[in-house]
């Protein structure tokens, strides 16, 4: 293989694929980037053999071929290179050339019949979507997914298709957010899958405000095609909570408050809290929301916001991050919070979005 390139090209693609790639990898050539002619153009490609990116850019190719280098040591190589043209040469002994017009770097090299194979999704159903569309929507649920390794299916977002309907979910135990979106695909039959994190993650960094792209689902993997860049990953096997059951029903008196003063609000009493002391007292009158926080041994903050409310007087304590989480990725110049009593889950509901988060006991 031989090929030139721009520097510039290079490294953003790099950027793209080496994210899934772990230092301390089980198998050496997982630290590897697969790097080949295709169609004209180069590819690349990284896997961590649960999920895989592949990524294509423009190159001048003046032999086709194809090499696995390692990936963290061929970037630091390429982003020192001063000159923004860069010729990689592959010889037949694994050894790969990288030179500009006065530097010259020689880097050892496994073949490309020792990298994993990405699986090929073919004959299924392609599902079509707006990356603006699925970037609002992982946004609002990708916080709430859980962390939590004993329950396993928790931590990823379901992906709920329904005719023409694409229902995003996420929930760590203690918060749940649910999106729901009309899509421009209608489906011919119902599906539900659940999308690791991490790849979910991965995505996210890739999608763009504008363009288009296509979803592959398959019994146990799901392929995003976003033209340039494809993402393929396994899916999360086991079932998904019944989370309509865990959705209270609407009430008529809601606290109305603006949006960016109460997540600023939160984020000051956020300041006071320890591991051992992380719930923030609200409390909640006619037309009036004060919020305060006491630590032991570390101090205390009040805080009165301007808010409309004329239902019965509460008070209810919340980890402020959870309902700052929402805030910041909602556009509202105001929003509704449901709180029916002070020991049930408050719910938030904004257009085809609903967030619901338990409340904490107030030491």
């Known amino acids: 293989m031989k090929i030139k390139i721009n520097k510039k090209d290079l490294i953003g693609a790099l950027q793209i694929v080496q994210n899934i790639i772990t230092p301390k990898a089980t198998l050496p050539i997982l630290s590897n980037i697969l790097i080949e002619t295709y169609n004209n153009k180069l590819r690349l490609i990284s896997t961590d053999l649960d999920i895989g990116i592949t990524c294509l850019l423009p190159v001048e190719i003046s032999e086709q071929g194809a090499i696995t280098l390692p990936a963290r040591r061929f970037i630091e190589i390429i982003k020192e290179l001063s000159d923004e043209e860069i010729t990689l040469t592959t010889k037949k002994n694994n050894t790969t050339t990288i030179e500009t017009k006065k530097c010259q770097f020689k880097l050892l090299s496994l073949p490309k019949e020792e990298f994993p194979k990405l699986p090929e999704?073919?004959?299924?159903?392609?599902?079509?979507?707006?990356?603006?569309?699925?970037?609002?929507?992982?946004?609002?649920?990708?916080?709430?997914?859980?962390?939590?390794?004993?329950?396993?299916?928790?931590?990823?977002?379901?992906?709920?298709?329904?005719?023409?309907?694409?229902?995003?979910?996420?929930?760590?135990?203690?918060r749940l957010a649910v999106v729901t979106e009309e899509i421009e695909t209608k489906i011919s039959k119902e599906i539900s899958v659940v999308i690791p994190l991490k790849t979910?993650?991965?995505?996210?960094?890739?999608?763009?405000?504008?363009?288009?792209?296509?979803?592959?689902?398959?019994?146990n993997q799901v392929l995003f095609d976003l033209g340039r860049i494809v993402i393929i990953s396994r899916l999360i096997e086991g079932e998904f909570p019944d989370y309509k059951q865990v959705i209270p029903p609407a009430i008529q008196d809601k606290l109305k408050v603006n949006r960016e003063e109460f997540l600023a609000a939160l984020k000051r009493a956020a300041l006071l809290i320890t591991p051992d002391y992380q719930a923030v007292k609200f409390e909640i009158?006619?037309?009036?929301?004060?919020?305060?926080?006491?630590?032991?041994?570390?101090?205390?903050?009040?805080?009165?916001?301007?808010?409309?409310?004329?239902?019965?007087?509460?008070?209810?304590?919340?980890?402020?991050?959870?309902?700052?989480?929402?805030l910041k990725n909602l556009s509202d110049t105001d929003v509704e919070i449901e709180i029916a009593e002070s020991e049930k889950p408050a719910a938030l509901r904004t257009g085809g979005y609903v967030y619901i988060v338990l409340p904490m006991r107030l030491s």
């Open 200 to 219: 979910i993650l991965e995505l996210n960094r890739d999608l763009q405000e504008e363009g288009e792209l296509s979803v592959v689902i398959s019994n």
């Open 121 to 174: 999704l073919k004959d299924k159903e392609v599902l079509r979507l707006q990356q603006g569309q699925l970037k609002k929507m992982i946004n609002l649920t990708s916080f709430a997914v859980s962390n939590d390794e004993s329950r396993y299916v928790l931590n990823g977002i379901l992906f709920k298709i329904i005719e023409n309907k694409l229902t995003l979910v996420a929930t760590d135990g203690r």
């Open 285 to 326: 009158s006619k037309n009036k929301l004060f919020i305060s926080k006491s630590t032991p041994d570390v101090g205390e903050s009040w805080e009165e916001l301007n808010a409309q409310y004329l239902g019965k007087d509460l008070v209810v304590g919340f980890n402020p991050y959870y309902l700052a989480d929402v």
